[in-house]
Antibody
Framework: EVQLRESGGTLVRPGGSLRLSCAVS????????MHWVRQAPGKGLVWVSR????????SHADSVKGRFTISRDNAKNTLFLEMNSLRTEDTAVYFC???????????????????WGKGTTVTVPS | DIQMTQSPSTLSASVGDRVTITCRAS??????LAWYQQKPGKAPILLIY???NLQSGVPSRFSGTGSGTEFTLTISSLQPDDFATYYC?????????FGQGTKLEIK
């Protein structure tokens, strides 16, 4: 069974740092791109970051660029999100998600999120 | 960034109804669109990918159509388990963006 389990969420002061983890099982982690998505209380889903299967390529949303870093340890089947300079607006449930792909012969690969973890809560109080 | 707009924001319907949710992109995204269902306190579940492909294990009453800038998610006959919030999401380029969500409520 494919499973993703996030951990590391907690209450942290503004300006503080936190590292989230996502431990996976049930599939070959090193073959898949991975994503982080967050959801503020009562709000919609917001994509945060993605990383390629080998960790060599990453992207981040503008709202977290320069503050958050996505990484992975394929030997330990674990995805990470390093969060620095935290702000009140970073308060959210953070989900990790597996990236599956479609392939277009002309334009290449496109990655959607097919399996999600249950999320971990980060609170940055005002 | 390409923006995604869903309508309606809230939809009231009854068990057995046929319902349609619309998602519009601010520019063409070809068919690189996914639909997710989310219930309160739970993770999203993938329903549809590449605009019209049903994810394995998802009931066939769910279907998706569209390409370019306009997309629809249809539930052919609402079941009690379908009352939830639905999101569209484009994945043609980064940063990915989601629609604001459509809350499907029991009438």
């Amino acid at each position: 069974e494919v499973q993703l389990r996030e951990s590391g969420g907690t209450l942290v002061r503004p300006g503080g740092s936190l590292r989230l983890s996502c431990a996976v099982s049930g599939f070959t982690f090193s073959s898949y791109w991975m994503h982080w998505v967050r959801q503020a209380p009562g709000k919609g889903l917001v994509w945060v970051s993605r990383i390629s299967s080998d960790g060599g390529s990453t992207s981040h949303a503008d709202s977290v660029k320069g503050r958050f870093t996505i990484s992975r340890d394929n030997a330990k089947n674990t995805l990470f999100l390093e969060m620095n300079s935290l702000r009140t607006e970073d308060t959210a449930v953070y989900f990790c998600a597996r990236g599956n792909y479609n392939y277009d012969i002309l334009t290449g690969y496109y990655y959607y999120m097919d399996v999600w973890g249950k999320g971990t809560t980060v609170t940055v109080p005002s | 960034d390409i923006q995604m707009t869903q309508s309606p924001s809230t939809l009231s319907a009854s068990v057995g109804d046929r319902v349609t949710i619309t998602c519009r992109a601010s520019q063409s995204i070809s068919s690189w669109l996914a639909w997710y269902q989310q219930k309160p306190g739970k993770a999203p579940i993938l329903l549809i990918y590449k605009a019209s492909n049903l994810q394995s294990g998802v009931p066939s009453r769910f279907s998706g159509t569209g390409s370019g800038t306009e997309f629809t998610l249809t539930i052919s006959s609402l079941q009690p388990d379908d009352f939830a919030t639905y999101y569209c999401q484009r994945y043609n380029s980064y940063p990915y963006t989601f629609g604001q969500g459509t809350k499907l409520e029991i009438k």
